[in-house]
């Protein structure tokens, strides 16, 4: 028999894009606002792997990946969505989405994002939201799964997603010796 115990805390993770550097940049400033100090934050990249967007947000969109110096339980997935969303709203023009947020978390296992979007592979969680298994971490790197998003699929995203897990790691680590936990 399997006893339930509480899991760690995961690491708050979003890719925002827009076609404006300053709505961006507003954006991520209310998130940090939110969720506290970004401990980490990409360069600018060019969003060009779908035009999925361009009519809602514009051409030449431009896109960072955030993540969050707090770290959060994952039950709290459905909320940080919600807060997502409501950033959203508050730059919306002509009901269109001047910056889409995807937020997720990233854990010692796997990049999970959330989404409003069901699909087989996408658990519902609550309030509207389900989660996507994006990525899993298997023999010292994040691996892509048949559903992955190409961009999230991307070397250079994955180096990345790498990178920020080893701090996240450590950070994992701090937390653990603060509250006495052995570490596995």
Known sequence: MSRPT???PVKILSSIFSGSTGTLHGA????????????????LLPFTYTDYYAQ????????????????VPPDTLPDI???TNRVEEAFMQDGNRL????????????????????YTHRPYIRDGIYADLTLIFVDHTF???AWTYPDYADEHTIAMFNNI??????????????NHVRIQ
């Open 6 to 8: 509480s899991p760690e």
């Open 28 to 43: 991520i400033q209310i998130l940090s606002e939110t969720w506290g100090d970004i401990d980490y934050i990409s360069a």
């Open 56 to 71: 809602e947000s514009g051409d030449h969109l431009v896109r960072r990946f955030v993540t969050f110096e707090t770290m």
């Open 81 to 83: 969505k919600l807060a």
């Open 99 to 118: 910056v889409n947020i995807d937020p997720g978390y990233l854990s010692p296992a796997h990049l999970i994002l959330a989404t409003g979007k069901a």
């Open 143 to 145: 691996r892509r799964l």
């Open 165 to 178: 897990r080893e701090r996240y790691m450590i950070q994992l680590a701090r937390e653990r010796a603060k």
